[in-house]
């Protein structure tokens, strides 16, 4: 239990590192690029991602190397959660929402998703996928 809040609290802190990435390159990419909002929440949630990987890899779950086993999962769920913020984006922007709006809810829901699928699948060790899968 308190690993398991310690890995919250400390995906926490990447995570804010994160969104604050992903808010502030995509406004940057509407404001300076003048891309549409869709295009740089794509843009914005690629860069945020890096920082997102290297924080939880090494810092919140304690992995070093393997690459090879955690990245393409990393990136499953990411895309996953690209998805799911891509179609956020949309449906507020479509209802007439203001894309910062769009924007902020998706770097407030995400997460939540993200946390519970590195927990339990991206980085977990096979020892704990056979325990999460049995308990």
């Known amino acids: 239990m308190v690993n398991t809040m310690l890995q919250a609290a400390r995906f926490g802190v990447v995570g804010v590192l994160a969104t604050l990435t992903h808010i502030a390159v995509a406004i940057a990419i509407v404001e300076l690029v003048a891309l549409p909002v869709f295009w740089a929440n794509i843009g914005a949630f690629c860069v945020a991602a890096f920082v997102s990987y290297g924080g939880n890899h090494r810092?919140?779950?304690?992995?070093?190397?393997?690459?090879?086993?955690?990245?393409?999962?990393?990136?499953?769920?990411?895309?996953?959660?690209?998805?799911?913020?891509?179609?956020?984006?949309?449906?507020?922007?479509?209802?007439?929402?203001?894309?910062?709006?769009?924007?902020?809810?998706?770097a407030v829901t995400v997460p939540v998703f993200t946390f519970l699928a590195s927990r339990f699948f991206v980085f977990a060790e096979p020892r704990d996928e056979f325990e999460s899968a049995a308990g």
């Not at 304690?62 to 990245?71: K, P, Q, T, V």
């Not at 209802?95 to 709006?101: C, E, F, L, T």
């Open 59 to 106: 810092w919140t779950f304690g992995r070093s190397g393997c690459h090879a086993r955690y990245l393409p999962r990393f990136l499953s769920i990411a895309g996953l959660g690209l998805a799911l913020g891509q179609i956020m984006v949309w449906a507020i922007t479509e209802a007439g929402g203001h894309y910062r709006v769009a924007i902020v809810t998706v």
